[in-house]
């Protein structure tokens, strides 16, 4: 534990301007990260008798070892830099919101020749247009059922497009109206993209455009005695009614809006957002926080308008955000965020009237959802905390392991070794420094030594990063700070390294750490058969009841590295077993492969042609055409497929990797 006047800076050597600061600990991670209109009386702040600070301020101090800061010229590009800061060092002591589920939206690919409609989750795309989130994907698919009948968008995938492309004739949609088959070209790109537009304005909230544009069709079908025309055209005006009945209407005026609600005590906060688009909740999502720092209920906002639109642009933030409290910097988050819009944004706390109701109805979903968290947590942190202290007193460490690597071996017959290292930190699994290793050393099977090597291979890489910070190298060579602080693959090293396996494992472990001069970090194997601890240089092992939560921790961090290994191994094997005879031509990349199946249709035929056809391929070469010839030639022809069931010989037509 440090004290925080062995690194504060000397009087007047922070500025008094605007800025962005970051604390580091004693390994260089970046701990915190923090702005200030003025870095002088910020960060003057931090350095108070110990006594005075927040007790979560003062855990944040005395942990880190060193603080530097970058003055800007606004209080917006501070906002903006500190979102940054966070993304990427993810400090463990800024409050970092995290989704209580993975929300699907409704898509719109505006990026492909013919976009299409469907549910997906993650990470969002460029060039796609999304709606929501929803709460469940099925309310998706029933919205999108309604709609095709008035905008028969292409629903998909591509395997289906092709195919259907190919044989000629439409799937089953496209032959009950509700798509409008541009695959086998009913319509044109433009038209279909016309379509594409149309939905994505209907969601978007300018529905009454297009309901009263039916209307007038229907009416004057009617007039024109052309009766069923004019039945289906109320069926569709009926069918976005009932699509638009799905979400209701909570604000009179067709506002675009969200409205951002807090719930939070002591410990944790819980953050519920409501999407109001055409004055209807067209999506609602949901997070939970620890307050790892000492921050108030407008911080808290402010951290989830930079996680909430840090990423978006353009209709993606509404003119509208209500909020329960504004911001300490409410007119650079204002100004930030009207940037990322490209057109004015009002940041308000609602006053009266409709606006004020519905953000008391989505505070009251916030307070249902933190207690709902702490529910579900409550049993579960004291479980891990026990499982802790029972790891710790089983195998005589000085304190609970709070940050626990496991090593697994995986092959098949001795092809294709590989090794997993998994990572819990307070018990629970940190999958972003999961890491995977290819045996070198040796060929063959040999789990002990596989072992050592990925051990030694592990440590030597946080011996290199001491020596990059000056802790471990004699003349202190220190990192550039702008490289540093960033999570680093191997920069931290764990209170307990776990094997999957027993005595010879284990040994194999501690004689590598022993080998590079490691003896602060504690070595146990888990042995599968009776489920054994073994530690090193014991002959007997530690057998941990059959109820200990410790046991249960250690067999959950054993299992993960399994199977984390597992998929690795099968992984390799398939690649392996996927090669192509292209692999082998030199300077033959992953593109002009692709165009090489995809001009012949697979490698059968792509064996069949002349050098003259190979070509006129765009981008080939007559001297890389040679090559492909000659790879082709020299390569033998894959063993015909057989369908097991009947028996029947399939002929390769168009299935070649490249």
Request: aromatic share 6%; charged share 30%; with cysteine.
């Amino acid at each position: 534990m440090a004290d925080p006047s062995s690194y504060r800076p000397k009087p007047g050597q922070i500025p008094d301007s605007p800025g962005v600061y970051k604390f580091r600990d004693e390994h260089r991670r970046v701990i915190y990260v923090g702005k200030a209109k003025s870095l002088r009386q910020r960060l003057a702040n931090y350095f108070q008798p110990i006594t005075s600070l927040h007790p979560r301020t003062a855990t944040m101090v005395t942990t880190a070892a060193s603080v530097e800061w970058t003055v800007v010229s606004t209080e917006v590009e501070a906002l903006q830099l500190e979102y940054s800061w966070i993304k990427e060092y993810d400090p463990r002591f800024n409050v970092k919101y995290r989704d209580d589920k993975s929300y699907p939206y409704l898509a719109v690919t505006m990026n492909e020749e013919f976009p299409r409609v469907q549910v997906m989750r993650g990470h969002k795309k460029k060039g796609v247009r999304y709606f929501g989130p929803y709460a469940h994907a099925w309310a998706i698919r029933e919205t999108v059922d309604l709609m095709l009948r008035v905008f028969p968008v292409r629903t998909c995938s591509a395997g289906v497009f092709r195919n259907a492309a190919s044989a000629g004739r439409p799937c089953l949609l496209g032959y009950i109206g509700k798509c409008s088959a541009p695959c086998v070209g009913r319509v044109t790109p433009e038209e279909h993209r016309e379509l594409a537009e149309e939905f994505s304005d209907f969601m978007a909230g300018r529905t009454g455009t297009y309901i009263r544009r039916l209307e007038k069709q229907m009416m004057l079908a009617a007039e024109d005695m052309e009766y069923e025309r004019a039945g289906r055209l109320r069926d569709d005006i009926e069918a976005l009614r009932r699509a638009m009945e799905k979400s209701a209407v909570v604000l009179a005026d067709a506002t675009d809006a969200d409205l951002i609600a807090l719930a939070e005590d002591e410990l944790e906060a819980a953050v519920q957002i409501f999407h109001v688009r055409g004055g209807r909740v067209r999506g609602q999502r949901g997070w939970v926080t620890d307050k790892v720092e000492a921050v108030d209920t407008a911080g808290l906002v402010e951290h989830a308008i930079q996680q909430l639109y840090g990423e978006e642009s353009g209709d993606a933030v509404p003119k509208e955000v209500l909020v329960p409290a504004l911001p300490d910097d409410a007119e650079a988050v204002t100004a930030w965020l009207s940037g990322r819009r490209g057109s004015n944004v009002s940041l308000r706390i609602p006053q009266r009237g409709d606006k004020k109701d519905l953000m008391a109805t989505v505070a009251r979903n916030a307070q249902q959802a933190l207690v709902l968290h702490k529910t579900k947590r409550a049993s579960d942190l004291t479980t891990r905390s026990r499982a802790l202290e029972e790891i710790a007193e089983a195998l005589d460490l000085d304190s609970a392991p709070l940050r626990i690597e496991c090593f697994d071996i995986s092959h098949l017959q001795g092809e294709d070794v590989v090794a997993s290292m998994v990572v819990f930190e307070d018990g629970l699994p940190r999958k972003s420094e999961y890491r995977r290793f290819q045996i070198k050393g040796f060929e063959g099977q040999d789990d002990v030594r596989s072992m050592h090597e990925v051990i030694g291979r592990r440590f030597r890489r946080y011996l290199a990063e001491k020596e990059k910070t000056g802790e471990w190298d004699p003349e202190g060579v220190v990192e550039d700070p702008e490289e540093s602080g960033r999570p680093k693959r191997f920069a931290y090293p764990p209170q307990l390294v776990v094997v999957d396996g027993g005595q010879p494992q284990v040994a194999a472990a501690r004689r590598a750490l022993d080998e590079l001069g490691i003896d602060d970090i504690a070595v146990c194997g888990l042995a599968k058969r009776l489920e054994e601890v073994w530690l090193p240089g014991d002959d007997d092992p530690v057998v941990l009841p059959r109820s200990s939560e410790g046991l249960y921790l250690l067999q959950r961090v054993r299992d993960t590295a399994h199977d984390f290994a597992i998929r690795y191994q099968r992984s390799k094997r398939t690649k392996r077993i996927r090669t192509s005879p292209l692999d082998v031509v030199p300077g033959l990349g992953d593109t002009r492969k692709r165009a090489l199946i995809k001009h012949f249709g697979s490698v059968k035929r792509l064996r069949q042609a002349t050098i003259e056809q190979i070509c006129e391929v765009p981008g080939m070469g007559r001297k890389t055409a040679e090559a492909v010839a000659v790879a082709l030639a020299q390569a033998a022809p894959a063993a015909p497929a057989v369908n097991m069931a009947t028996g029947e010989i399939m002929e390769d037509d168009g299935g070649g990797t490249a």
